[in-house]
């Protein structure tokens, strides 16, 4: 049997490409005419709605609040913060104007010139530590934990469909605190819950640590990251917790009345997850038949698939479809009803079948006359082969329906995390270092060798000598390792803790 | 018993201050640094977040996808269709730079200028018509039914919290039909959705009618809107549904194959709602003593307030708080559990209820030791005086909550309808008319007539006459009156409808 596949090309013969095609097929996005910008389409859309659901509830039940802030920031606000306005500079979509005027030669120019021009936010602490800053009196109004739903605009160059887009959605999270202690307990706990969104939701094995210097949020005492491997062995920053100390509350003025009655500057937290999470999410998953989406994050589990050879079959084949999707949706899984679709749509059912497959719905459902007269259904899953069919009578399939998922969800976190596992590698030598960066086949420039976990010294030259000579960059230092000795194995300097690097999204 | 309120100044004092004042109590937001936007603070934001659960199961339910579109529309695109674009020119901000560089001076200006500059949309019309027109094929890619939740800008000299913000939160939704019918009968349902928000969960009384030409939407065939009485006897409109007719699928070119196999454009309608709707609710229902929150839209129905006299009491009446607010928050109120807090901060009982009195917090319930021993609650409701006790039993409450909760409900919504219908007069002629709309006590410049129902002939020079001499516009022609024939209040021509006319926000 010839093994074809719905996707062209494969992830072997063109990753990146294979990815665009992935998000084509199963309809989830598409590039606008907007340069850099892109449409969410609703099945994209979807899985973040889902995301949002998830992490609204965790961010509720760790104690924070929705709120929401001006998408502007004035100019002087943003320089407020030296280090800060210095990274977000080459990437500010500025608005000078605040009109259109039909010209001499009768076309629309802008007009109105403001006296000072705003920023489109790229991030929002300079104008929430605004806000802040009249909030905060006393120890008695902290910690003051927020969180913000919101657009985020960065210009862009070079843009790729989730993964780097000029305009993002994403949720930041904006706490102050009344010592450092809290305030960095803060951001690790904002981070497992980056951690556990990731790993239990979207099925994904995370390494969560500390960024070295080099790759800190600008302005930020510590950043700390979650990274997660693709497929082409590549790590995708997925959501980062910064650790801000007293940096941003000095250039906002959040000042608090301590305990003892003193004035001191607040200690804060950000925080953001972005819809990057769903470019993670395709990339860790699918196959070369598309995309695969995890049960637990997918907005519709099942999909009913009526088998029709006549027009008098179909009546009966499509009430048999309603009844068994109601008993369905009676069922609960991860908190809410099952999510199940009947394709009644015009055409064959292998043409529907493979619909689904590219669009990733964990569980396909046959229903024909055949299946009614002898009672029993046809369940493939998406995450085994298009033709590995089980046959189940009804009940039973209600019954087990739940475990199944259970099954699937698990089943391809699994799969990622030994992935995972076989290309994460411990680099003892500078040879060692680029040899396992440097692509073996010429083909395939995109294969190497994953994530290299080895001693480094962070140093600045060292980092920018990496990312110039492999593209190559330090992701992070993994929390799990305690500190050891050794010497770094690009240096040879000191070096006293282990770090991650790989080539990154 | 002299009168004390908590808010100052009344109602009757004035209005538009005391309207600022309940926001100010209530802590639901504040005006931004950023020129014309607005901050919305955690208790306002729950509002919204109450909406847009509504709102968006509303959409759901009446077959709607959500997607998301750019932030940015080239200005080539706005121009489109010049109408709209007319409509909108004057309060476009402008992108018209992409990065800040240091000048000479050191300072940080707009860099990397654009070579079409981009308007933050003040609605997307043009934006997700470009979509559309790729999508849209066939027939059968019809009806296309899609909502989009969004921030949109429309430059704005003078600003109000909620109610005219330079930026606002909104949904907007864009559909695209076959036929003329259906997209027509499709813009009246979704007016049918904002009428049921309004009405059944924000117990606000709409007059649901069609704008005259000169309110509609630029660009659109017809206007549909909800305009809703405020305490001031002014009109708010709400939310408006539009039917776009053709105008809109020729500008973006929405073509579609009919079924006959012809090339047709779509005719398309879109509709939209803001956060302007906190803003009619906060003037339709709050008192002199601050804000009070229809408990169907409220995040929280409860506020249990310990009592506490010495400190020995305190941990008996606390865990005596927490027995009883999980008792609650078992109840299931509006298909979600009951929303209970326990305000146990330093302070004393008394401090606390004018705290949640401001905050418009449907019941509070005050909890001692007395009320302990006694096996007695004393139970006040926000839309009672505030010393209006009620003592219950325990479990006789928990078995009657629910219907208390009823009962406020009921009680604003029908408040509300009383003080639309006692406010709303048929108006005969034009003395009558300006009569109506002067205000009776000069002291009192925003009291006037209400609601003016009279014959009109909707010719533009008589709107801008009563726009300028008495500040008063056409608010719509209620979709519940038949047609009439008669003579136009003002210019005595042929009319063949009633329109309602009102001072507007």
């Given at each position: 049997m010839s093994k074809k596949n719905a996707i062209t090309p494969t992830r072997e013969e063109n990753y990146p490409e294979w990815y665009q095609q992935v998000i084509k097929a199963a309809d989830l996005a598409e590039h606008s005419v907007v340069r850099g910008c892109m449409v969410i389409k609703p099945w994209g859309y979807a899985i973040w709605e889902n995301i949002q659901k998830v992490l609204d509830r965790m961010s509720k039940e760790t104690g924070h609040e929705n709120a929401?802030?001006?998408?502007?920031?004035?100019?002087?606000?943003?320089?407020?913060?030296?280090?800060?306005?210095?990274?977000?500079?080459?990437?500010?979509?500025?608005?000078?104007?605040h009109r259109l005027e039909k010209g001499p030669d009768g076309k629309l120019t802008p007009a109105g010139e403001l006296?000072?021009?705003?920023?489109?936010?790229?991030?929002?602490?300079?104008?929430?530590?605004?806000?802040?800053?009249?909030?905060?009196?006393?120890y008695r109004d902290l910690p003051l934990l927020i969180n913000q739903w919101a657009n985020v605009v960065r210009w862009e160059m070079r843009t790729r469909l989730f993964l780097r887009t000029t305009e993002f959605l994403w949720q930041e999270g904006h706490t102050v605190h009344e010592t450092k202690e809290e305030a960095e307990a803060h951001t690790l706990k904002m981070l497992e819950v980056y951690v556990r969104l990731a790993e239990d939701y979207l099925a994904m094995p995370v390494v969560a640590g500390i960024k070295t210097a080099d790759e800190r949020f600008p302005g930020a005492v510590e950043t700390y990251t979650i990274?997660?491997?693709?497929?082409?062995?590549?790590?995708?920053?997925?959501g980062t917790s910064h650790f801000l100390g007293q940096n941003f509350s000095k250039s906002c003025e959040i000042q608090f009345q301590t305990r003892e009655g003193n004035l001191e500057y607040g200690w804060t937290t950000s925080w953001g997850l972005s819809t990057r999470m769903i470019g993670a999410m395709i990339?860790?998953?699918?196959?070369?038949?598309?995309?695969?989406?995890?049960?637990?994050?997918a907005s519709k589990q099942i999909v009913l698939i009526p088998v029709i050879f006549s027009d008098d079959q179909k009546v009966e084949v499509l009430q048999y479809c309603e009844k068994f999707k109601k008993e369905l949706e009676s069922i609960v899984f991860n908190g809410e009803s099952l999510g199940v679709i009947i394709d009644d749509r015009e055409g064959r059912a292998g043409e529907k079948t493979w619909h689904w497959i590219k669009k990733g719905i964990p569980l396909r459902i046959e229903i024909g006359p055949r299946e009614i007269k002898e009672g029993k259904i046809s369940v493939t899953r998406r995450d085994k082969g298009p033709k590995e069919r089980v046959f189940f009578k009804q009940s039973e399939f209600l019954q087990k329906v739940i475990s199944i998922l259970e099954?699937?969800?698990?089943?391809?976190?699994?799969?990622?995390?030994?992935?995972?596992?076989?290309?994460?590698?411990?680099?003892?030598?500078?040879?060692?270092?680029?040899?396992?960066?440097?692509?073996?086949?010429?083909?395939?420039?995109?294969?190497?060798?994953?994530?290299?976990?080895?001693?480094?010294?962070?140093e600045t030259d060292v980092h920018e000598l990496l990312q110039k000579e492999l593209n190559v960059t330090a992701r992070c230092i993994p929390l799990e390792l305690s500190h050891e000795e050794g010497s770094c194995v690009i240096s040879g300097k000191p070096s006293k803790r282990k770090v991650i690097f790989a080539k990154a999204y």
């Open positions: 929401y802030f001006p998408l502007f920031i004035p100019l002087s606000f943003l320089e407020k913060e030296a280090e800060h306005v210095e990274g977000f500079a080459k990437e500010c979509a500025v608005i000078t104007h006296e000072e021009p705003l920023v489109v936010r790229p991030t929002s602490e300079m104008i929430i530590g605004e806000s802040f800053s009249r909030w905060i009196q006393s990274e997660i491997m693709m497929q082409d062995r590549k790590a995708l920053q997925a990339m860790t998953h699918s196959d070369d038949d598309g995309l695969i989406l995890p049960p637990k994050i099954e699937i969800q698990k089943n391809l976190f699994n799969r990622a995390k030994k992935f995972q596992k076989e290309n994460t590698h411990e680099i003892k030598g500078r040879d060692e270092f680029f040899e396992f960066f440097t692509p073996k086949d010429t083909n395939n420039p995109e294969i190497h060798g994953g994530f290299a976990l080895c001693h480094y010294s962070e």
